[in-house]
């Protein structure tokens, strides 16, 4: 069974040389088989998030803290994957 867990997440955004904080220590922990909503206001971070987590940032983007996704082949921390790497788990698991 595979689950999702992010501790002490936070991303910054580059523009013109500073870094802005943009999500700031998230967690989250899901289980195989849940459902998970983000709500919140227009502009807090939710797509960003969603998408950083599965590897989709944009360039400018800096992740901080940790992303674990636990199964098969026990624990990855999916800060640490490649470009390729995602690519073959996204959406397969």
């Given at each position: 069974?595979?689950?999702?867990?992010?501790?002490?997440?936070?991303?910054?955004?580059?523009?013109?040389?500073?870094?802005?904080?943009?999500?700031?220590?998230?967690?989250?922990?899901i289980?195989?088989?849940?459902?998970?909503?983000?709500?919140?206001?227009?502009?807090?971070?939710?797509?960003?998030?969603?998408?950083?987590?599965?590897?989709?940032?944009?360039?400018?983007?800096?992740?901080?803290?940790?992303?674990?996704?636990?199964?098969?082949?026990?624990?990855?921390?999916?800060?640490?994957?490649?470009?390729?790497?995602?690519?073959?788990?996204?959406?397969?698991?």
């Amino acid at each position: 069974m595979i689950e999702f867990r992010a501790e002490h997440f936070s991303l910054d955004f580059e523009n013109e040389k500073k870094w802005y904080p943009a999500v700031t220590d998230f967690n989250m922990h899901i289980d195989a088989g849940e459902m998970v909503a983000l709500i919140g206001e227009s502009g807090c971070g939710k797509s960003i998030t969603a998408l950083s987590m599965m590897g989709l940032q944009p360039p400018n983007t800096r992740i901080m803290g940790h992303m674990y996704l636990n199964g098969e082949n026990g624990q990855e921390d999916l800060n640490e994957l490649t470009k390729k790497e995602w690519t073959s788990i996204r959406g397969k698991r």
